[in-house]
């Protein structure tokens, strides 16, 4: 059976997550995981990943069943380590998560590792980690702080309680809430947006905001203008920015080349 996925839709790469029956995720299908980010990064004619799971559980987070035959919670992950993309540091290509049912545990920080979520309506969102005596130390107990007020990130992580679509998307956590018939219309068309502009504007876009996003204003500025950025330093002398500006000029779709 293929647990992992991969079908391209022009500059699109969806990514399916289908492990039966919760979509739990051991090393090997985080080294699966890891191989199709990998495709997306190695593919110049690609510009963005959709990611997303079967059934009603969009990731049921770490495989507990693996973990209690042995396997060592520091296996060898893979490129990305857990879910082949919360340690994914070096992709430069956006991703989308499509949420389609429960993300929990180490699912949520595979959503929160995205840089864009759409959910379904019925998704639920939650870190149960300390109430089985762990932490969700696959990005959730770094990034939730950072992208929720931290009064309600703390209360998720330490008491393991489960949040829905709607509520995340009014923290601002979730790009979109959609009917559960409608999850990958919605993400499709958002990816579609997406790769309709220009391949190296996304990579600078996310090359810069993973170099500054912490630091102060001023600072932030001096990091992206430092000539440090290979990705930014190549926009405004490509062959990208020539078209777009031309195309603009002469009213039609732009043609893209990444370079």
Known sequence: MEVVKSE???????????RPKA????AATSRLLGAAFERLQAD????????????????AGWDLKAAAEGEDPYADQGIGGFAGLTEYWGLKKPVIAAVNGMAL???????????MIVASESALFGLPEATIGLVAD???ILRLPRRLPRAIAMEMMMTGR???????????LINEVTPDDSLMDAARALAQRVAASAPLSLQAIKEIDAATGTLPEQEAFDVMRSGTLPAYAKVYDSEDAAEGMASFAEKRAPEWKGR
């Open 23 to 26: 979509n739990a995720i051991d």
């Open 138 to 140: 696959s990005g959730g």
């Open 8 to 18: 391209r839709h022009g500059r699109v790469l969806e990514i399916t997550l289908d």
């Open 162 to 172: 489960r949040a829905d679509a709607a509520e995340l998307a009014r923290w601002g």
């Open 105 to 115: 545990g180490g699912g949520f920080e595979l959503a929160l590792a995205a840089d």
């Open 44 to 59: 110049d004619s690609l510009s963005v990943g959709i990611i997303t799971g079967t059934g009603r559980f969009f990731s």
